[in-house]
């Protein structure tokens, strides 16, 4: 069993590997940052510690096993990650914190356990991962950007095709299309578009907002 400077040990490193992480969540202004990361990291870390205690004052008394309570936490850790997923229209945000959330989780019992270069060298990866390899996904959306575009409008023959040429002098590829009735005279048209990088949202709406008898666009 560790001592207690050991244990302080153990909670600062937990505590700073995860606040990095943490910072880099916060910065991108996602719902879990700085502080959430830190608590989630030393809590692992102490149940991690106090698990060890636990085996260490009854291992003979008792058959247990002292990784069991760190395994409970790997499985909870998902129910504080479901609460940073939303769901946007068709886009699904937050993903990305919630995998981060259960990563410094992860980190923080191997803090619990000593193991500080396996607790590094994960923080290391975990930050290229959210850093260096989200620009180089951006880069990637840029080039192949999908839009998803929701309109009401007059149910009235040519009225698709008016919207089709507006788009088209954008340069947006239509890939799907798909119809609903709103109410006796109007329907819901909801549009899935391939961009480019050069096309901005507000050209979208000024160019659909010369169609007659379109009173909604949405844009996600």
């Not at 260490?56 to 790997?74: C, H, S, W, Y």
């Amino acid at each position: 069993m560790p001592d207690s400077w050991e244990v302080l040990l153990r909670i600062c490193v937990a505590a700073i590997l995860a606040g990095l992480v943490g910072l880099e969540r916060e910065t991108a202004k996602r719902p879990a940052g700085f502080r959430t990361h830190i608590l989630v990291s030393v809590s692992s870390c102490l149940v991690m510690i106090g698990n060890l205690y636990a085996f260490e004052l009854f291992k003979n008394q008792a058959n247990m096993d002292p990784t069991r309570l760190g395994a409970q936490v790997i499985s909870g850790i998902g129910f504080l990650g479901a609460g940073t997923i939303l769901k946007e229209g068709a886009t699904i945000r937050g993903l990305t914190t919630a995998a981060s959330l259960w990563s410094v989780a992860c980190i923080g019992l191997v803090c619990g356990l000593g193991f500080y270069v396996g607790a590094v060298f994960a923080t290391i990866f975990v930050l290229i991962s959210l850093i260096a390899l989200n620009k180089i996904e951006n880069m990637i959306n840029k080039k192949n950007a999908y839009i998803h575009l929701t309109l009401k409008s007059v149910d009235k023959p040519g009225q698709l095709g008016k919207i089709g040429t507006e788009l088209g002098n954008l340069n947006l590829t239509i890939k799907n299309v798909a119809i609903e009735p709103a109410d006796e005279y109007s329907v819901i048209i909801k549009l899935l578009l391939k961009g480019s990088k050069n096309v901005k949202i507000e050209d979208i709406i000024n160019s659909i907002s010369l169609v007659e008898d379109v009173s909604l666009i949405e844009i996600l």
